[in-house]
Structure formats: C-alpha cells, structure tokens
C-alpha cells in the first residue's frame, strides 16, 4: 500500500477537495474589488468590511485555481485582486491599507500583498506585473531591516512613524512570499532574504527547547509575556503557537530545497525538531483529538481550543517531512491528521472547514467565526501533490497543470 502522501487516489481526492473549496468561497468577491470574509454558508459577512488580507488570499487561492483550469477561479481572482489595484491602495502615502478607512500600515498584510501579487503573475491576470513590481518596492523600502535582516511589523498610515513592536509572525510570511516571488521571478535576492530571517528563527526557537519566541521590543528584545492577558489573539497571541511551529517547519524545507543555498542540512535538522516539538506539546495533549492553540514556555496548554489553520499546516509541514527524508513515520502523521480533519473539522453539510473548534471538538466562534478564506484548507490540498520547490503557484503551474 502506498503511503499516503504519494498515493494517486488520495491525489485524486485531494483534487476534487480543492474543487470543493473553490465552489464554497466563489461568494467572496466584492463587486467594488476586494474580497470578503465568509460566513457558515459561504455568505459573505455584511458587518465586515472588504480587507486586504481576505483579498489577497482570495487573490493566491483562485489565482492557483485559474492555473489548475477551474472555469470561473480567474474572474474570482481578477476581482479580488482589484481591491489591491483600487479601495485599499493609498494612493496618497503608498502601501495597503488593512481595510477601507482603517489606519496604519502591517508587515503582515504586504507580506500577503507580496504573495497575491506573485500569484498573479504567475496565472497572468492583468495588471498583477505592476502590482507585483509597486509590492516589492514598498516591501523593501518600508518593511525590510537589511541591517537586522528582518522585517519591522508596523508603520502609521502616512509611514512616517514606526511602532516599537517587532513580530516573527509577520516574518514568517514574509518568508512564504519572499520564496514565492524569486519562484515566479526568478530573482533570488529574495531567497537570501527569506534565509536570514530563517537564521534567526531557528537560533531563537532553539534557544527555548524549539518552542518560537514570537514578540519582541525594537532591537529585537525578546517580550515572553506579551499579550498575557490576550492570550487568545488571532495573530499575536500569548506564549507558543503550535501551528507557528508547524508552519515553520515546513517553511524552512522549502528554503532547504530552494537554489543557492548553502545550509540544507541545518534546515532539515530544524525543521524536524520544530515538528518534533510542535507534536509533542500540541497534539492531543488533553485527551481529545486535534491541536491546542497555544502553550505556555513549559509546554503547557494555554489556550485549548483547536483552529483550523493549524490542523492544515500539520498536514503540509508532514507531507513535506515525507517528502524530504522518505520516513513512513511523517506519512502515518498525515493520514492521521487528514483523518481527524474529515471527522472534526470538514463541514460536510454546509461545505469548507470549520474555523476554530473548542476542546471537546465542536464549532466556536470566540477567535474566528465563520469560515473567513480558503487560504489554509485550500493549501493543505496542494502540499502532498507538489513538490518543495518552486513554492506553491509555480509549482502548481509546473507539476499540476502543465505550464503555461
């Protein structure tokens, strides 16, 4: 029997999964440009406004789904990808903002701009060449600290003031769309960028027992209580986060994987002990199924309740374990994985996945209610049918769809 991960009827059905997902979201787009959060049903929510973050996963999801020939995913994705063109560019100060009359600038939306706008080009929808050029200007101009190698988290909305905070989160995907843009372009600055914020992420996390440090002050001071009393944030929240660690994980074998670098080994060696790690402290900790949210510097549970995203990054940081050593150890973490998601946490009546369960494994909606994007679930469809490098939408042009 073959593992699952390689197997060509579970492909088969991985397929057909990101078919699925792409018929529940095709409700997001905003006929002024953008995208919306979803509700239960797919709806779009009416209290919330067109975001930039919703509308650049929208714009990276059915961009790949234009790619894979899904009839309808390229309009999807051009509409989504006009909010960035249109509402929430500041044609005024330059960037993004988080949503139409909202302030301030985040690493961690034009992180996501990066990743939309190479998506874009790789599914070639108009305009998205300009939109990637003015990301990549204002990204290197405004958020990335050549000094320190790292990204700086948050500016106000003129870019005149930088807030004092520092965030591995952000940095993290910065580091997805770092990879993803020297996939589509070529230009592989970006893959020494993506690397020095690795380095950094790997000597911290190893530093505190591969548990990742992710708050700091504005020279890099490490704020282990941060957010103590909001220990439940959906982006910053207190302690460990599980999922990070699992994102990580397989974030550092893409870079492993990815050409000219020079450190492949240490990579690999981290990023399994990341996993090790995230596994260990997070994986039915507490005698139900599924993975905490977060833990203290212990190891202990802090927040219990299981989201989504951290389900879906378990099951691609494992597809990509598997794939980079063969052992049938990271293969049984799969299946496994993709076994509770089908159980607990798959909507099978109303479609995608549920957003956040508590720790009995029911729906809640205290940190994300409804089903906001496709852009976790839908991913976990892809990372056992490609391989590690090129990064996902190159990848999936490549080796799914045949190339342009």
């Not at 009359?101 to 070639?124: E, I, M, N, P």
């Not at 999922?243 to 492949?264: N, Y």
């Not at 790690?277 to 299981?306: K, L, N």
Request: charged share 20%.
């Amino acid at each position: 029997m073959s593992a699952w991960p390689t197997s060509p009827a579970h492909h088969r059905w991985l397929d057909q999964h990101s078919r699925d997902l792409l018929a529940f979201g095709r409700r997001t787009p905003d006929p002024g440009g953008g995208a919306r959060w979803l509700g239960d049903r797919g709806e779009p929510e009416p209290d919330r406004p067109v975001s930039a973050l919703i509308s650049c996963r929208m714009t990276h999801v059915y961009g790949i789904g234009a790619l894979l020939g899904v009839p309808g995913a390229g309009r999807i994705a051009a509409q989504a990808m006009a909010g960035l063109t249109g509402r929430l560019r500041d044609t005024e100060h330059g960037g993004w903002f988080s949503a139409e009359g909202t302030g301030g600038k985040s690493c961690y939306d034009h992180a996501f701009v990066l990743l939309a706008a190479s998506t874009a080009v790789q599914a070639g929808l108009p305009g998205a060449d300009d939109l990637l050029a003015e990301a990549t200007k204002t990204f290197l101009e405004r958020f990335w600290d050549e000094e320190a190698g790292l990204c700086v988290d948050t500016w106000d909305t003129a870019f005149t003031t930088l807030d004092d905070y520092r965030g591995v989160n952000a940095n993290m995907h910065a580091v997805e769309a770092m990879l993803s843009v020297a996939s589509v372009t070529g230009d592989r600055t970006w893959i020494g960028r993506a690397q020095r914020i690795c380095r950094f992420v790997v000597a911290t996390a190893e530093a505190h027992q591969w548990r990742i440090p992710e708050h700091y002050g504005p020279g890099w001071q490490p704020l282990p209580e941060y957010h103590h009393d909001r220990p439940d944030d959906p982006f910053k929240p207190y302690g460990a986060t599980i999922g990070h660690g699992l994102e990580w994980s397989r974030l550092l074998l893409h870079l492993a994987s990815a050409p000219t670098v020079g450190e492949p080994a240490g990579l690999a060696t981290a990023a399994r002990e990341l996993f090790a790690r995230a596994v260990t402290d997070g994986w039915a900790v507490d005698g139900q199924p599924g993975f905490v949210y977060t833990t203290d510097w212990t190891g202990r549970p802090v927040v219990r309740d299981r989201m989504h995203w951290v389900a879906a990054e378990g099951i691609n940081a494992a597809a990509a374990l598997y794939a980079y050593t063969g052992e049938a150890g990271y293969a049984d973490r799969y299946r496994t994985w993709w076994d509770y998601v089908d159980e607990y946490v798959m909507d099978h009546e109303h479609g995608s996945w549920f957003h956040q369960l508590d720790a009995a494994n029911r729906p809640t909606a205290t940190v994300w209610p409804g089903k906001a994007d496709l852009y976790h679930a839908f991913q976990a469809t892809l990372g056992a049918r490609v391989p590690l490098w090129p990064m996902l939408a190159t990848a999936a042009d490549e080796h799914l769809a045949g190339g342009r």
